[in-house]
């Protein structure tokens, strides 16, 4: 599976972005796609994760009511629409695919659950 990230930026404190994730490779529709970011000198976290098949979703606290994943299964794209932005949400922004292993969403924020990783895009949120 080969991903591709775009659609970051620079944005003020409360502004908004949508990132995009371009998925291709074959049996896209068995992976989860998820959304990671990491800050300088933080660790990766995960964001968003959403499956291909049924669109379930699941979201950290950090982020509920205010970023919202979704997919579009014709596309094979992944996206992240992110409101409320905020100087704490300044990161570099990933998408990964991790197969199809649990039915628990919350077993996917883990970044050790992922095999596939895009480049990255960058998010800044100036206050």
């Known amino acids: 599976v080969q991903l591709q990230a775009f659609g970051g930026g620079l944005v003020q404190d409360g502004g908004f972005l949508r990132l995009s994730c371009a998925a291709s490779?074959?049996?896209?529709?068995?992976?989860?796609m998820s959304w990671f970011r990491q800050a300088p000198g933080k660790e990766r976290e995960f964001v968003s994760a959403?499956?291909?098949?049924?669109?379930?979703?699941y979201s950290a606290d950090s982020v509920k009511g205010r970023f919202t994943i979704s997919r579009d299964n014709d596309k094979n794209t992944v996206y992240l629409q992110m409101n409320s932005l905020k100087p704490d949400d300044t990161a570099v922004y990933y998408c990964?695919?991790?197969?199809?292993?649990?039915?628990?969403?919350?077993?996917?924020?883990?970044?050790?659950?992922?095999?596939?990783w895009g480049q990255g895009t960058l998010v800044t949120v100036s206050s």
């Open positions: 959403i499956t291909w098949s049924g669109g379930r979703t």
């Open positions: 490779g074959r049996a896209v529709n068995m992976y989860i």
């Open positions: 990964a695919a991790a197969v199809l292993q649990s039915r628990s969403m919350s077993y996917y924020d883990r970044a050790d659950r992922y095999s596939y």
